[in-house]
């Protein structure tokens, strides 16, 4: 990814099988939920955001975050 544009083709690809589209405030992604994939984007989008919290919180280091991020 070097631009907003990659990022955009990325999402766009992405929008059928596993439901990611624009929120309607126009800054949010949602994830819509009849899409094929729906469940397993939910299960690690919250798997995403307890680590962003634990790292918030000072329960994990950066490097932790970042070795947990390199897992995918």
């Known amino acids: ?11 766009l690809q ?8 624009p929120a309607e405030d126009g800054v949010s992604i949602v994830v819509n939920a009849k899409a094929p994939a729906a469940p397993k ?9 307890e680590k962003r919290a634990e790292l918030a ?5 950066e490097e932790e975050y970042r070795e947990w ?3 995918f």
Request: charged residues 20%; aromatic residues 6%.
């Open 1 to 11: 990814m070097e631009s907003a544009g990659d990022l955009l083709a990325l999402m």
């Open 14 to 21: 992405l929008e059928d099988g596993f439901g990611i589209a």
């Open 41 to 49: 984007v939910a299960q690690m989008l919250k798997a995403w955001s």
């Open 57 to 61: 919180a000072g329960e994990i280091s």
């Open 69 to 71: 991020k390199s897992r």
